[in-house]
């Protein structure tokens, strides 16, 4: 069985178009985990599907707004299939997402997921999906996570626990997924569509700080995860692209002023690089704030970084 988590915040009809894409599979075997996030509209499953899903679709309702993560992880938490998915409440299945992603992964049983091209309902297709990858982990950082959330379909075994982050909260998950099993299928096939027109799949109702430094949050988490990589045949490539990440993340903090968030990456940077440590806590020192600037540091920092 695959069970199908779908987190929810309203927008009853985006959800009944992913569900719809989900009975329409050519592969039958599955069940549907709704997370209602305490959203004010309320879903009638019986209504909305007929009676013969009301033993195929579960409906589980968060007692207050945890957000995406979160709920994805309530979902896995009332999963009775072998395979799980994510799918956002705004994206929906191609008819055979699930018969052709679950073939590429269980003919490679020591996999922890696989992954296919997503398109979307403007026509584009996500960067890079269409580019084959073995692992998660460089090529989370190195080809700037060239799949979608909605797009895979994992062992329940091998994933890792969602965390509580409001947005980017999905390359931390996978970040801890690779660190326990880095092997992927890719499904070079145009099987999920995301639609570009609606935002976040559950709302978040707390105020956040700029979407730069969710990425350094989860540039950092990388960084303090290395050591879990260590035993990895990748695990220099794993490394580089790990610390190249902090060192992006970081240039556009430089030209947000936001000294204490990067003197705290030079700290924890300086145990793998100290040279870039050094200039990164030199750098944060200064007060400018343009895009010219932020060019310039990206340029020595990436000058330091790539001749290692």
Request: glycine share 6%.
């Amino acid at each position: 069985m695959v069970s199908i988590i779908i987190p929810f915040f309203n927008r009853i009809d985006y959800v009944k178009r992913a569900v719809e894409s989900v009975i329409k599979q050519s592969y039958a075997d599955w069940e549907i985990i709704l997370v209602d996030d305490c959203g004010t509209e309320k879903l009638d499953i019986q209504h909305s599907f007929g009676a013969e899903y009301l033993s195929k679709i579960k409906l589980v309702s968060n007692e207050q707004n945890l957000g995406p993560g979160l709920s994805r992880q309530a979902g896995v938490g009332a999963a009775a299939g072998e395979f799980v998915c994510f799918l956002d409440s705004d994206d929906f299945y191609h008819q055979d997402f699930l018969s052709k992603t679950l073939s590429g992964l269980t003919s490679s049983p020591e996999a922890a997921g696989a992954f296919c091209i997503t398109t979307s309902t403007t026509g584009g297709v996500n960067r890079g999906s269409d580019q084959p990858a073995t692992s998660i982990m460089p090529d989370l950082f190195l080809r700037n996570r060239p799949w979608e959330t909605s797009s895979w379909i994992w062992r329940k075994t091998e994933i890792a626990v969602w965390k509580h982050l409001r947005t980017n909260e999905d390359w931390l998950f996978e970040i801890d997924t690779a660190s326990n099993n880095n092997k992927i299928v890719h499904v070079v096939e145009p099987l999920c569509t995301k639609d570009d027109d609606t935002g976040e799949n559950t709302k978040d109702i707390i105020d956040h700080k700029t979407p730069e430094i969710h990425r350094n949050i989860v540039a950092l988490y990388a960084i303090n995860r290395l050591g879990s990589f260590s035993g990895h045949s990748n695990y220099k490539s794993i490394r580089k692209a790990a610390i190249g990440r902090l060192v992006f993340t970081s240039s556009r903090l430089i030209n947000l002023n936001e000294e204490g968030k990067v003197t705290e990456n030079s700290l924890v940077l300086f145990r793998y690089h100290p040279p870039l440590a050094i200039l990164l806590f030199v750098l944060s020192m200064t007060t400018f704030n343009s895009d010219i600037i932020t060019a310039f540091y990206k340029r020595i920092l990436n000058r330091v970084y790539n001749a290692f």
